[in-house]
């Protein structure tokens, strides 16, 4: 039986072998250690077992600028190597982000997350030639359509280890390179100083975190240190509709009894678009631009047959949709852009 890393660390040491980000392999393997211990991660073992069922083989055709990310077509595969394919990838069930075809199998995730890239995408300065960091990264569907626009390196960073799992297997099965799942927060990458977060990215993304963060402006400073000079911040997150003093703290219980947000915990601040925009300067960002504000659609977050638990409609008052389930506006999101 093939054994399939969670992390390529050969691999990601050859790629960094004349890149500035070379003194991340100062710390990055005992980070991986502790990262990647069964002990502190039950489910470990199960998503290696799931990873190392894969068939072993790699994709003739592979498209990162699809919608639906393919790797693979149904013809290039057999019915019985294709159902233990399937059998292997719902093994690292719930997939939340994508859509992914892979020989044949519709991996259809909770998340339209193609919506949202083509949301960002018109906006963006050239990935080409860049080095790219995705904060919170997810499985790194965002990464792969990175990559798909010409990014030269693409880095993403989760604490999930389900996540870097997803990863390791869309990576293996589509031959993928320079575009690696790191299991780590922005927060736990170790300082400037010590080989951390150093300003050697072009674009920075962070999509889906400001609003878990206790404090958003810490979280846009770290985001600034990984930034070289003149470089691209994406940041998207929830807001509401309102003027730059308005916010909700759904994590403050004496206001919320149940202390979440559209039932999730941990979401702290959602500001309006406006108020996101006045942190961006104030962290001494240029030219920000509010450049996109979307409802969240039923369509865009869903329960599906590869996510089976509660999603979106769930989270809504079933009264009136327009509310969540605490009462508050239901999400919104809005994409800014600014430079160093």
Not at 59 to 82: F, Y
Not at 131 to 143: F, I, N, Q, T
Not at 311 to 324: E, G, I, K, N, W
Request: contains cysteine.
């Amino acid at each position: 039986m093939q054994h399939i890393p969670l992390v390529d660390l050969a691999a990601l040491r050859a790629e960094l072998a004349h890149d500035p980000l070379l003194r991340w392999l100062d710390w990055l393997p005992a980070a991986l250690d502790v990262a990647l211990d069964a002990e502190r991660n039950g489910n470990l073992p199960r998503f290696q077992q799931a990873l190392d069922a894969l068939p072993m083989l790699q994709a003739q055709h592979v498209d990162l600028k699809r919608g639906a990310l393919l790797i693979g077509q149904a013809d290039e595969i057999d019915p019985a190597t294709r159902e233990q394919m399937e059998h292997a990838l719902r093994g690292l069930m719930p997939w939340r982000k994508g859509p992914f075809e892979i020989f044949g199998i519709h991996i259809d995730t909770e998340w339209r997350s193609d919506w949202k890239w083509t949301r960002v995408l018109p906006h963006l300065a050239p990935l080409a030639g860049r080095r790219v960091l995705d904060v919170g990264c997810g499985s790194g569907y965002h990464l792969m359509r990175m990559r798909g626009e010409g990014a030269a390196l693409a880095i993403g960073i989760d604490p999930s280890v389900l996540f870097t799992a997803q990863f390791a297997a869309l990576r293996q099965l589509g031959g993928v390179t320079h575009a690696h799942v790191l299991p780590f927060s922005l927060e736990g990458l170790p300082e400037p100083e010590q080989g951390g977060r150093l300003a050697a990215f072009d674009t920075v993304f962070s999509m889906g975190v400001i609003y878990h963060r206790r404090d958003p402006q810490e979280h846009l400073a770290h985001l600034l240190e990984c930034l070289r000079p003149g470089g691209q911040l994406v940041l998207e997150g929830l807001v509401i509709e309102g003027g730059v003093d308005d916010a909700l703290y759904p994590a403050d219980t004496t206001t919320n009894p149940s202390g979440r947000y559209a039932m999730m915990r941990n979401v702290w601040c959602v500001p309006s678009a406006q108020m996101l925009k006045r942190g961006l300067e104030q962290a001494g960002l240029n030219n920000v631009r509010i450049v996109d504000e979307t409802p969240t659609s039923l369509a865009e977050q869903r329960q599906t047959d590869w996510m089976r638990y509660q999603s979106l409609a769930a989270f809504l008052d079933p009264h009136d949709a327009s509310r969540t389930v605490e009462g508050f506006p239901a999400p919104r999101r809005a994409i800014l852009l600014a430079e160093r």
